[in-house]
């Protein structure tokens, strides 16, 4: 059964998309049954070049990527949530909506990481920061998918996550 994450940031750009770019890539690299999804509580309705560059330097196809809002996945056509990661400290401290879940409650967590944008050193500063936050974001993504996540209870995979928000 797969399993479907939501990655969360405000404007949906750069963060939420480097993140659910890396997890469907690692995934299918391991071959494993999960699939990411990224929203905004306030998408700005584009997506930020620099993320696309680094996403597309590490392989990944970004040509059907797009800024949505979090509104897509709170209907019951939906994908059935397992986990909704926030990436950003302003969605996190945000109310959110109810999300459907396949299996009881969606299991939350929050993995903050800077903004890249907000880099210095114009056009290669911001470069550098993207790419580094797409390697730390695929570095917490890899543990998530080491997970036995079709065998853990929601307490044991709330532990899990929380524990790789602390590496």
């Known amino acids: 059964m797969t ?3 939501l990655i969360l940031c405000t404007h949906n750009s ?5 993140a659910e770019g890396m997890l469907n890539h690692l995934a299918q690299q391991l ?11 306030s998408p700005s309705g584009r997506l930020n070049p620099f ?5 597309n330097r ?19 056509d939906a994908p059935p949530l397992a986990i909704v990661i926030t990436v950003c400290d302003s969605a996190a401290a945000e ?5 459907y879940g396949g299996q009881g409650q969606v299991v939350k967590a929050h993995w903050a990481y800077p903004d890249p944008s907000n880099a210095e050193g114009g056009d290669e ?3 550098r920061a993207f790419e580094l936050t797409r390697q730390a974001i695929g570095y917490r993504m890899m543990q998530l998918l080491q997970l036995p996540l079709a065998e853990m209870s929601q307490d044991e995979l709330q532990a899990s996550l929380q524990k790789i928000a602390l590496s």
């Open 3 to 5: 399993t479907h994450v």
């Open 14 to 18: 750069a963060r939420s998309v480097l």
């Open 125 to 127: 500063g911001k470069r």
């Open 51 to 55: 993320a696309l560059e680094a996403l």
């Open 31 to 41: 071959g494993r049954d999960v699939k990411a999804y990224s929203a905004g509580s």
């Open 95 to 99: 109310t959110c909506p109810v999300f």
């Open 58 to 76: 590490a392989g990944i196809d970004t040509a059907t990527y797009r800024s949505k809002s979090w509104d897509e996945f709170t209907t019951p």
